[in-house]
Structures are given as C-alpha cells and as structure tokens.
C-alpha cells in the first residue's frame, strides 16, 4: 500500500495491530494485519476496538508533505 500527498507517494512498510475489549492503546492482544482472518471476543457491552499503524522508510529525497491514505477493514460478527 502506498499513502500519497499532491502527486507523491510513499510505500508503507511492516504493519501491526493490535484489539482489545477495551479503549487502550496498548496491552490487548496483538495481530500482523493481512487478507487473513483475525479473530477476537466482543466484551461484555458488545465492543471491540481495533487499532492498526505501520511504518514508512522514506529516503532522503522523499518530497516533504503530508501523506494520507486509506485501508479497508471487514468485519463479520456472528
């Protein structure tokens, strides 16, 4: 995947992620997104929450600029 700013691109690297029952930004329970399914249990209120980052490696001739992209997330709840 590749986030972009104006006409420039940058490739993004290693993801991770992590979910938990409750809103933490760490602990919970960590998992390497992919096409593959993760599975998780809802807490007690039915909540889930899902937090997943990765990294870039820009070089040193990487335009300057404010990257954004987008990433898509299923979710099956049965």
């Keep these: 995947m590749t986030i972009a700013s104006g006409g420039n691109t940058l490739a993004l690297n290693t993801w991770a992620g992590h979910h938990a029952a409750t809103d933490v930004t760490s602990g919970g329970t960590t998992f390497t997104p992919?096409?593959?399914?993760?599975?998780?249990?809802?807490?007690?209120?039915?909540?889930?929450?899902?937090?997943?980052?990765?990294t870039a490696a820009p070089?040193?001739?990487?335009?300057?600029?404010?990257?954004?992209?987008?990433m898509t997330m299923t979710v099956v709840y049965f």
């Design 59 to 70: 070089t040193s001739t990487q335009a300057a600029g404010s990257y954004s992209g987008s």
């Design 34 to 54: 992919s096409a593959s399914a993760t599975s998780a249990t809802l807490s007690g209120s039915g909540a889930l929450f899902v937090y997943v980052g990765a």
